[in-house]
Structure formats: structure tokens, C-alpha cells
């Protein structure tokens, strides 16, 4: 079974900070891979994806990721985080064909004005 | 459009209750998925379904049953509550516009605190 790794369980940034958030998978396949983001008392909602192409993703918001295959990683990017990025970031990976999706176990990152 | 909508919102039970968790939702999905999310542990899979009338076991099937009897509905089941069902849980629904995409759209999340 594969499995999502995200470091740094807690972040604290101040406003204008840059952000990376890191996330490893173990399967050696073809993956789709996804960040959701949880803004406090809310669902998960789909920051960004990568399936095919670019491997540099922009997604809502001013995040980005890149997937770097060698290193099976898809780390998440922000140049310079607000204070309502305040959330929690997780990242998702799927085989492809493969309707289940694995996540890390999340990222908080909390944003200080 | 609702999309996944979950009922209900907040819910307390007392060891030995049992409860039924429904998940709608109006895309057409046809496969929905049922996750607890616990703190520092991410979210887990508890059950999910690929079609109307199929269900399949995920990471974490003790305790709970589920069922898919119509294609927009998938329902989770609580037996017999116990203290470590404590969780927020959180239906989710995907389909496939190309084979190889699986994109998961989530509902609000249901709280559950089991004394």
C-alpha cells in the first residue's frame, strides 16, 4: 500500500512569509496527485491537482506545487502567505486507475498578522 | 447545485447507541466515500462504494457498516457507538471525466462525540 508523508506538522509564519509545505509518496507508478486545503471549520476543498504535463501546477490563491518525479514529491509553494491562509493543508496521492486516495497527515499552518 | 451535502451536522451518543450518517450528493458521482479525520492522523477511509448497490471495505471498516441503495445517497452506519468513534467524519464523492482522474469532492463533515 502506498503511503503520503508531510513534515513539519505545525507551521508557524508571519504575513508576507513564504511558504513550502513538503509531501512524499511511496508508490513507484503512475500517481495523480492533489493538495486540499481545510480552513478552520470547513471541508476539504481541492487546491490543486497534477495528472499529466507541466509538472509545475498553479492552483487557487497563489499556491503552487511542483511534482518532481525522482524525488516522488509534490511540494506546495506559496511566495508570500496572508493570514487567511490560516488551515490545514493535505496532501492526497492516487494510483492511476485507482479510484482511492491516500493522504498525509496534514499540514497546520497558522498565519500570524 | 448543492454538491455533498451531509446530515447531520453535530451529533452526541452514548456508548452502545447506534446512529446512521447520510451522504448526498447531486453530480452524478458514481463513487462516494466515507472518512473520519482525527487530529494528527489525516483522513482515514472507512468504507466507500463504486456504484449504486456495491460498498468495499477501506482502512478503517471496524465498527461501521455502510450502505448504497440509490446512486446519489451512501449511508454510514454506527452499530454500537464506542468512545474511539469520537471523530469528525466526512462523506466525499468522485468521478471519472478520464480514466485517469479521481478528484474527490467533500461534504461539511459531521462531528460525532460518543460519551
Known amino acids: 500500500a502506498q503511503s503520503v508523508s508531510q513534515h513539519n506538522h505545525h ?3 508571519s ?16 500517481v495523480n496527485l492533489f493538495w486540499y486545503v481545510q480552513y478552520p471549520g470547513q471541508h476539504l476543498q481541492l487546491l490543486l491537482k497534477y495528472f499529466s504535463g507541466d ?10 506545487a511542483e511534482f518532481i518525479k525522482s524525488k516522488f514529491s509534490f511540494n506546495l509553494r506559496k511566495p508570500s502567505v496572508q493570514w487567511s491562509d490560516t488551515a490545514e493543508y ?11 486516495l491516500a493522504f498525509g497527515k496534514g499540514n ?6 | 447545485n448543492a454538491g455533498v451535502t451531509q ?3 453535530f451529533r452526541v451518543l452514548k456508548t452502545g447507541q447506534s446512529m446512521t450518517l447520510l451522504c448526498a450528493q447531486d453530480m452524478n458521482h458514481e463513487y462516494m466515500y466515507w472518512y473520519r479525520q482525527d487530529p494528527g492522523m489525516g483522513l482515514r477511509l472507512i468504507h466507500y462504494s463504486v456504484g449504486e448497490g456495491t460498498t468495499a471495505k477501506g482502512e478503517v471498516p471496524d465498527g461501521y457498516n455502510v450502505s448504497r441503495l440509490k446512486k446519489q445517497n451512501f449511508l ?5 457507538a464506542a468512545p ?5 467524519y466526512f462523506c466525499a464523492s468522485s468521478y471519472t471525466r478520464r480514466a485517469d482522474s479521481y478528484e474527490q469532492y467533500f461534504g461539511p463533515g459531521t462531528r460525532l462525540t460518543v460519551t
Do not use: D, H, M
Open chain 2, 7 to 9: 446530515t447531520p451536522k
Open chain 2, 76 to 80: 454510514l452506519g454506527l452499530e454500537s
Open chain 1, 15 to 30: 504575513e508576507a512569509a513564504s511558504l513550502e509545505l513538503g509531501c512524499n509518496y511511496s508508490y513507484g507508478g503512475t
Open chain 1, 90 to 100: 493535505f496532501c492526497a496521492v492516487n494510483e492511476r486507475g485507482n479510484n482511492r
Open chain 2, 84 to 88: 474511539s468513534q469520537t471523530s469528525v
Open chain 1, 55 to 64: 509538472p509545475l501546477v498553479k492552483g487557487i490563491k497563489g499556491f503552487e
Open chain 1, 108 to 113: 497546520q499552518v497558522v498565519v500570524i498578522p
Open chain 1, 11 to 13: 507551521v508557524i509564519l
